[in-house]
């Protein structure tokens, strides 16, 4: 989806949640590209929308931006339907798609300006905001470079920055990292950290659960066009399992006798990895760990190393769905209604 700048700022009201979705559904043709998604998404969080291509994410967020019109349900951002008020709800987002949105032939500078002039700031304003945007995205060395000789990062924060000319309270970022070197990423990463300390709302759809784990303060997988699981990394984390409690002594020849103490304490089965000499046990309750090191010292155990290892999002994403996460399907593209 083309990166988009949509609106001017506005002032939403602090109780009202940013995104409030009951049942979005979109058709197309017989395929039920969305089939009953709904969100809630607070002021001042990164929301993470995670799954696979093809499994709806953009179609939803097109339809949030007003790009799409739903074929059911209803969708309100800061308390605005998207339907009924399409140019109140157009005045408070901005949205960067999965490709960029810019002038080839054009420079970075050139694009900002034409972006900040459309949106309808002076000359003078444009300038100073196109200045002050390639400055935050560290492309000020490349200003006056035409875009067809930038690596993909550097458009990919051309893009988020255009999107970011009229700072908007409700930012969606569709896949912003896709492509992009580890480097790159986690300068976005830090990008999106920041405004969300400024104030702004993001809502961020992905096919990485590291970013999904990393950056949002709520995740909902989405697969084939539903909302199968909601809640923060750690809930989700926790709806599948325990954790892992892992030791390595400093005395392998104490292996047993802890294997023996650690089993009475968490009344669980203990493994003993030979190579490693190391132990581990399933652990429903990370909080009781220190007081089984103080156990195990008491009888005189030395532990060397100790990790508590929670479910990762990918066996998370493996288990709610029945399958691996984030395939090489591709969700149809069809133009704006």
Known sequence: MPGTVVGMTSSPHSAVPAIEADGLVKLFGKQRAVDGVSLAVPQG?????????????????????????????RARVFGHDVVAEPNAVRSLVGV?????????????????MIFSRLLGL???????????????????????????????????????????????????????????????RAQMWDTIRRLVADGSTVLLTTQYLDEADQLAD???????G?????GTANELKASVGTSSLGLVLVDRTDTERARVI????????????????GLTAPLTDASITPELLIRLRDEGIAVDEITVQKPSLDEVFLTITGHDAPGDTTEPERSIA
């Open 122 to 184: 002076s000359g003078r304003d444009a300038k100073r905001k196109s200045t002050e945007l390639l400055e935050e995205f560290g492309l000020t060395e490349a200003a006056d470079k035409p875009l067809k000789n930038f690596s993909g990062g550097m458009r990919r924060r051309l893009d988020l920055a255009a999107s970011l000319i009229s700072h908007p309270p409700l930012l969606f970022l569709d896949e912003p990292t896709t492509g992009l070197d580890p480097r790159t």
């Open 226 to 230: 539903r909302v199968i699981a909601d």
């Open 45 to 73: 969080t990164v929301y993470g929308v995670l799954g696979p291509n093809g499994a709806g994410k953009t179609t939803t967020v097109r339809m949030l931006a007003t790009l799409l019109r739903p074929d059911g349900g």
């Open 262 to 277: 650690l089993s009475g304490f968490l009344g669980v089965e203990v493994s003993v990895t030979p190579e490693a000499g």
């Open 218 to 224: 709520r995740i909902a997988v989405i697969d084939r």
């Open 96 to 112: 960067t798609g999965q490709y960029a949105s810019v002038d080839e032939d054009l420079s970075a500078t050139e694009n900002l």
